[in-house]
């Protein structure tokens, strides 16, 4: 009695779950029609009952009505709400049948095919509104649903560009570089090239620039040089592109990182010294930095080994002897300043009975001869510099532009720096001497000049 009440209720359960599928074939059969408000009512039906609910099958159809209704303009209203039930439903299928069988079923391929569709066309009015954040939803939910449909093979596509090019462009615009690379990168790995998408490329660098990854920047340097050869982004190096750098301390850092790397890269030396110029040569009113002496010398030195492994660069010296002769002219306008002093002075001053000027105070008289010794004692120290830079530039026979202007600079400093000495001096020996210095460098100037 037992055994045959058993077998009645499996032959009972049995029954019903045909009965089920049966009922499930009715619907799907109005899906296939595009009879999705009747399919859809028909389904809550179903699903109320829980023998129905278990079944995956249910929630999958559920999923298919649901994302083809929210493309129903009748029911724009309910369509983010429909897309979200349709989601929701369409995991819940994959969670209760891990084999996916049937998923390739039709017309089941078309929920995954319209969810991807409809965040497509969402990222693109996002974009088109310049509203980032929701641009970059849409387009992450595009490519998650474009690589379910290539991974199931569900529709005729190897690999979605257009949606991993707008999912990385809209958070690239949203200032989201991480996410951006993510992105990219997979157009990157497959030579995605192009006119339209050399940004990328460019982008790629300019990210493990920030980085400071310099191996995805040569990565990414060469594959740009392989598609646009044409390109002048891809010449660049990744020393231009520490000195194109907005942040000054980033960039001492980072080509100071440069250096003890690479010792002996003249290059890297040589504009580390120039910029150590440039801090040290700051507009009048610029503070003078806390670490100027330890700047300065490491300017002569980084200079002055690029300036000994480069002989017939005069720009190493040249730089130097300016540091020198720059120093020279901001006392000579502590000189001028105190000057005026002594002269206001002297005008207030009254004669004595003989009709006498005295002289002028003390302190002020003492000051200007300590400046003009501090004055000669810079120009002394950037004579050398300026000879040696005369001498590497004298050695070219076509020199043009920047640097043909450097050398009639200096040697335009030269004739002054030894006419001053000739009209300073009382020494004729020495008079002698720095007249032939200022007759010398003015007749190279002349030769120099035409």
């Not at 090019?165 to 951006?180: C, P, S, V, Y």
């Not at 400071?212 to 231009?240: Q, R, V």
């Not at 610029?286 to 980084?302: C, G, H, L, R, W």
């Amino acid at each position: 009695m037992k055994l045959r009440k058993i077998t009645w209720v499996l032959a009972a359960s049995l029954l019903l779950s045909q009965l089920a599928l049966a009922q499930f074939d009715d619907v799907k059969n109005m899906v296939l029609l595009n009879q999705y408000k009747q399919a859809n009512e028909k389904l809550k039906e179903l699903m109320s009952k829980p023998k129905n609910a278990a079944k995956p099958e249910g929630f999958m159809l559920q999923a298919t009505i649901w994302s083809a209704l929210m493309t129903d303009s009748s029911m724009a209203a309910q369509a983010k709400d429909l897309r979200k039930q349709a989601i929701e439903s369409y995991n819940k299928y994959l969670q209760m049948d891990p084999k996916k069988e049937l998923i390739s079923v039709p017309p089941y391929p078309n929920a995954p095919i319209n969810l991807y569709s409809s965040f497509f066309n969402d990222g693109i009015k996002d974009y088109n509104k310049k509203d980032w954040p929701s641009a970059c939803e849409s387009f992450k939910n595009t490519v998650y649903w474009s690589d379910f449909i290539i991974e199931n093979k569900l529709a005729k596509m190897e690999f979605d560009t257009s949606a991993n090019l707008l999912a990385g462009a809209a958070f690239q615009n949203d200032k989201n570089d991480t996410m951006a690379i993510k992105y990219f990168s997979r157009l990157t790995d497959r030579k995605i090239g192009g006119a339209d998408n050399e940004f990328i490329y460019q982008f790629m660098m300019g990210y493990y620039f920030k980085v400071n990854d310099a191996a995805n920047f040569d990565k990414y340097k060469k594959l740009g040089t392989e598609l646009y050869p044409k390109s002048e982004y891809f010449g660049y190096s990744w020393l231009d592109f520490i000195m194109a750098m907005d942040d000054e301390t980033e960039k001492m850092k980072r080509i100071e990182a440069e250096i003890a790397k690479n010792p002996n890269d003249i290059e890297l030396i040589e504009n580390y010294g120039l910029m150590l110029f440039d801090k040290l040569n700051g507009p009048d009113d610029a503070a003078k930095p806390a670490n100027y002496d330890e700047m300065e010398q490491k300017m002569i030195t980084n200079l002055t080994k690029a300036g000994e492994a480069k002989p017939t660069s005069g720009k190493p010296y040249y730089y130097l002897g300016n540091h020198y002769v720059n120093k020279a002219v901001k006392v000579n306008d502590q000189i001028n300043a105190v000057t005026d002093e002594i002269k206001k002075a002297n005008a207030n001053a009254k004669p004595d009975k003989n009709g006498k000027l005295p002289p002028p105070p003390k302190e002020l008289s003492d000051k200007r001869e300590q400046l003009k010794k501090t004055y000669n004692d810079e120009v002394d120290k950037g004579v050398p510099y300026l000879l040696k830079s005369a001498e590497a530039y004298g050695k070219v026979t076509d020199l043009k532009g920047i640097e043909m202007q450097n050398y009639k600079r200096l040697v335009d400093q030269l004739i002054l720096i030894y006419g001053d000495k000739k009209a300073s001096t009382k020494d004729p020996k020495q008079k002698a001497q720095f007249e032939t210095e200022e007759k010398k460098w003015t007749d190279v100037y002349s030769k120099i000049s035409h």
